[in-house]
């Protein structure tokens, strides 16, 4: 009687066993599949990854991008205490355009006159009172 459960308990766990490698199989399929489809929707991944895009695509963007003139936009930050009037009137005083209000950050973009200098702009709006900083609109990297 012992033989015979330790026999069936024996075909249990080859079965159990059997379950778990299938599973695992099919899970391993799956996965294989899955980024096959993934390459097969992105055709330029090994463009982006490699940076060979023979001058054409990202690589193009990013040339044509550092050719284009400065950027006649400015993000300025106030402080709360002192609020934003001084800066508004300074911003009306300089004919530039008040693009958006930042109530979060403390903040506004503004837009500055074309046939205006920016850095002598920025330099005008740092002197203003309760300025914190002053920054040329762009794209910044975090490290």
Do not use: W
């Not at 899970?27 to 940076?51: D, H, R, W």
């Amino acid at each position: 009687m012992q033989n015979y459960l330790y026999l069936c308990n024996t075909y249990l766990k080859e079965k159990n066993m059997m379950r778990y490698i299938k599973a695992s199989l099919l899970l391993v399929g799956f996965l294989l599949v899955q980024s096959t489809t993934a390459m097969a929707q992105c055709p330029i991944k090994e463009q982006i990854m490699n940076g060979d895009d023979e001058g054409k695509g990202l690589e193009k963007e990013r040339r044509e991008r550092e050719k284009t003139s400065v950027s006649h936009t400015l993000i300025i930050f106030f402080d709360k205490k002192t609020g934003n009037k001084p800066l508004l009137k300074a911003i009306k005083k300089q004919g530039c355009t008040l693009l958006y209000k930042y109530k979060e950050f403390s903040g506004v973009a503004v837009k500055v006159d074309e046939k205006h200098d920016v850095d002598k702009a920025i330099a005008d709006f740092k002197k203003v009172k309760g300025v914190t900083s002053v920054n040329k609109d762009g794209i910044m990297q975090t490290q």
